[in-house]
Structures are given as C-alpha cells and as structure tokens.
C-alpha cells in the first residue's frame, strides 16, 4: 500500500521535471494524477467480481506484477501519451491492491483485531504521504523523473517473493455478482455507511486540497515552517489510520462509525476558532489529520461486519466511495477559493462532516420493526 500510495500521489510532487522532459504544460501534466483517481475509482467497482472469483495470494501477486510493469513502462514512455496509458494500468492495479489488501487484513486477523489489521493496511499509504513522495521528488532532482518509477517498481520482485511464500491460500466464497451490487445499493445501513466515506473525506478535502494557501493566510510560515507542518500533518495522519481502527476493535464498529464524524467534526471547527496562535492551531491541525485518517479503517471494518456475504463488494464500493469524496471536497474548496473565500473552507468541511454524522446514525440505528420487536419480548 505504500507503494501504491507513492504510484498515486507521485506526479503532484514531480510536475515541473514531468513537463519540461515530455514538452507539456504543467496543466497537461496535472492531468496524469486527475485521470489517476478517475480510472481508480471505476476500477475499484470492477475489481469486486475478481477478487471474488480469485484465490486471494493469487490475486495480490497479479496485481503486484500488473503494477511493476506499469510502473516500468512509465519510466520508458516516449510521449506524454505513452506515460497516460500506463497511469492507466498502473491505477487498475492499485485499485485492486487495495481492495485485496483490506479484505486480506481483516481475513487474517483475529475478529477482536480486524479494525487494527485495517488500519496498518492504511497506513502504508498515509505513510507513503510522509515518506514516499518526498524522497520519490528527491529522486527526480538527483535523476530525473523516469527513476522515479524505475525506484517504485524495484521493491516488487522480492516483495512478491516474500508474499508467495508466505501468505495462505484463501478462497473466499464469491456471491452473485448482482446480487450482491443490489444488496450493497439497497440496503440502507450499508448505503449510509458509504456516504459517511464519502461526507467525511469530502469535508477533509475542502480544506485540505488548498492547505498550503490556508497556511499561509493564517499562520504566514516560511519555506522551512511550512514543510514542518506537513511533516507533522503527515505524522498524525500515520498514527491515526492505527488509531481509528483500534478505536473500531475497542469500542465496537456501531460506536466507532459515529464516534468519529463527531470527534472529526470538532477538530475541524477548532481551526479557524484556534486562529493565527501556532500553540493552538498546530495541535488542532494534527488532531484534525490524525481522525482524517482514521475514517477510512472504521468504515470498512463496519461494512464487513454489516454484510459480510457482500464484503468484497461494500469494500469495492467503499474504495471507490473515498475518490468520489476527494472530488467533491476538491470541488467545494476550489469554488469558495475562486469566490475569494479561502478562509470559509474548514466552515463548508465542518457542513459536510455534519451530514456524515448524520449518515452515521441512520446507519447503526435499529429499524423500528426490529426495535418493537425487542420491546414485546422484554
């Protein structure tokens, strides 16, 4: 997953190398991540069905092989077109790497563990935030962009080595393929749960797609602050992708799916109360990143405690879900920052989070047939 993270996100941080060596404008070289986390997201819904019908271990050495030469033909494209085509591959790739990761953990943890299990899973791509992009943009200044790349796809050969000899063969016991999309879109505790993905990672990215600018309109770091609060954004972000899903294990998925739009909800609105005080805003902002990525872990530990028959499908979704939150958060912060409102984003982010609380509870709430029920035989 931190590979996959770095293969993701690597662009963003290696635009200018990428569009003086193919003859494009920065722009066009943009594109690469946009068309990235389009394909991902389809590919997610698609990749149900395989992970369904296919052996697990050999599921993960496909896709891992998929992705290192994707990674290669990257490195060797002669044209912009050529590196399109393999971001193309390289996202399908990913996307079943991370659904097959996720199903994985939680198989093969204990269920008193699977929240956990999920969160370490996350965490190798909040890691790859940290680590990976700045030493993959580190690598382009020392060797161009290509061995970016070439650097991705070294780590596979052995990794697949590693992971043939030792993860056990599981066959899940795959369900009809439509009915089980039907059962994921028509029941409302699974289709609620998704939305939270969608509200939560939707009102984090109003923000923290335009961080830098928010930054430097509050606080005013220099070049050296400012990556300090990255580092330390990048840091909380780690230890909460291990925390929300210890928090699912401790306190129970029901709990824990409301617990965190509401805690969520409360670290975003002390932003702009902590103002321009670096003692309080840089606390708030690591708390805000910490339960940013801790959503991720609990939703998916309770959609698989929700429909387990249909938990390769809800996972699926639910990664495609986490892009189409991206979007919409992207797409809200950049229409308050063109209207001039920079300062109002972490107010919209705090607005949708709310409808993800609200999402929450229609989700874990007992049905009132079922609650009746319960009552007559108390």
């Known amino acids: 997953m931190f590979l996959a993270g770095v293969a993701e996100n690597i662009c963003a941080g290696i635009l200018p190398e990428i569009s003086s060596g193919l003859g494009v404008s920065i722009a066009v070289a943009g594109q690469l991540t946009t068309v990235f986390s389009g394909v991902f997201a389809v590919a997610a819904l698609g990749a149900a069905a395989l992970v369904a019908r296919t052996e697990r271990r050999i599921t993960v050495l496909m896709s891992l092989a998929v992705f290192a030469v994707a990674d290669l033909a990257a490195a060797a494209s002669p044209n912009y077109l050529g590196l399109l085509a393999a971001r193309v591959v390289m996202a399908a790739s990913c996307a079943v790497l991370v659904l097959v990761a996720s199903r ?63 993860l056990p063969r599981r066959q899940p016991t795959a369900v009809a393929e439509h009915r089980s999309y ?75 799916l409301c617990v965190c739009p509401a805690v969520f909800l409360c670290a975003m609105a002390l932003l702009p109360a902590a103002g321009s005080a670096p003692g309080w805003f840089v606390p708030a902002m690591m708390l805000w990143g910490a339960v940013s990525w801790s959503v991720s872990p609990i939703v998916q530990n309770y959609l698989i405690n929700a429909g387990p028959a249909v938990a390769d499908t809800t996972v699926a979704v639910n990664v495609s879900a986490m892009h189409v939150g991206v979007a919409l958060g992207s797409a809200l912060g950049g229409v308050l920052v063109g209207a001039g409102a920079l300062r109002a984003t972490p107010w919209a982010g705090c607005a949708l989070v709310a409808a993800a609380l609200v999402c929450a509870v229609v989700s874990v709430r007992k049905p009132q047939r079922e609650w009746e029920l319960r009552q007559s035989i108390r």
């Open 182 to 256: 039907r059962t994921v879109f028509t029941d409302r505790r699974l289709v609620a749960a998704q939305l939270v993905s969608i509200l939560m990672i939707g009102g984090h990215f109003t923000l923290f797609a335009y961080l830098t600018p928010y930054l430097n309109a509050v606080l005013r770091p220099n070049p050296t602050a400012l990556q300090g609060l990255y580092v330390a954004f990048g840091v909380a972000g780690v230890t909460g992708a291990w925390l929300g899903g210890l928090l699912s294990d401790r306190l129970g998925v029901a709990r824990a």
């Open 104 to 166: 994985l953990a939680a198989e093969l943890a204990a269920p008193e563990q699977r929240g956990r299990a999920i969160g370490i899973v996350f965490m190798g791509i909040s890691g790859s935030l940290v680590l990976g992009v700045p030493i993959g943009m580190r690598i382009a200044e020392w060797a161009g962009w290509r061995a970016v790349f070439v650097a991705i796809a070294l780590p596979v050969a052995p990794l697949m080595m590693w992971l043939g000899r030792r």
